[in-house]
């Protein structure tokens, strides 16, 4: 049994979508992350870091924190989405890491300096804005001539998915251009039956932790 702690962020959603791709059982437990929650000290306990997503596998008391070794924590553990060896071990884990190291931070700053910072500084938001339609435009290349990022669908892909959908509809209007390749597998992603149910019980456990306001 997993504990998997989150909220509904393009970070937040893959362990869920990993968890019902695998067919894992795992208790959802939402972590607020405008009110602070994910700073206060039981959850540094489980993420010094203070992020979601986390989670406590109860089979063996590890906690695992980073998305990124998340997703490869529970391949490992339900031997599946990750290759055992060879170069399509290897392409998946690039695929992995590019997720972590350049869509998460580069879209996710563009956000934070064209969205919500009080001070506009033009040169920072577009410093975020050309290298995420930049890293977008790598995902679209690589999927011109081929359904999933690293062979078979992988954890490549889930963890993809979250940035690369958020980063299609805030930058259309950016100069984002066609990404025709991964507009479609961001489609066959979403319309597994496991991505659906994963984003519809996030959605749920959102909508039941922070009520929207009539
Ligand atoms: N590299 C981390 C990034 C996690 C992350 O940035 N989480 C955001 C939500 S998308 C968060 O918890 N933000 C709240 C904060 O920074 O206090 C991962 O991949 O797990």
């Not at 049994?1 to 894992?24: A, H, R, S, V």
């Not at 009080?118 to 938001?125: C, F, G, L, T, V």
């Not at 679209?140 to 062979?151: F, H, I, S, T, V």
Request: with cysteine; hydrophobic share 40%.
């Amino acid at each position: 049994m997993i504990d998997l702690y989150t909220w509904q962020t393009p970070n937040g959603e893959k362990p869920i979508l990993m968890l019902e791709e695998c067919g894992l059982d795992y208790d959802l437990h939402m972590v607020d992350i405008s009110t602070g929650a994910q700073k206060a000290p039981d959850f540094l306990a489980i993420n010094p870091n203070g992020k979601i997503p986390a989670i406590v596998d109860r089979d063996n008391g590890q906690r695992v924190f980073e998305s990124g070794a998340i997703l490869i924590y529970l391949a490992e553990k339900a031997g599946r989405f990750l290759p055992a060896s060879g170069p399509e071990r290897a392409e998946t884990f690039g695929w992995v890491f590019f997720q972590v190291g350049n869509t998460g931070p580069m879209l996710g700053q563009w956000h934070h300096f064209n969205a919500f910072a009080d001070e506009k500084i033009p040169y920072a938001i577009e410093r975020y804005r050309k290298e995420s339609l930049r890293v977008l435009g790598v995902l679209n290349d690589r999927l011109k001539e081929r359904d999933y990022l690293a062979g078979d669908y992988s954890i490549a892909d889930i963890i993809n998915f979250g940035w690369a959908r958020s980063g299609v509809s805030g930058l259309k209007d950016e100069g984002a251009g066609d990404l025709g390749a991964l507009k479609a597998w961001i489609e066959r992603v979403g319309s597994r039956p496991a991505v659906k149910t994963a984003l519809e019980k996030l959605d749920a456990a959102k909508r039941a932790a922070k009520p929207v306001a009539p």
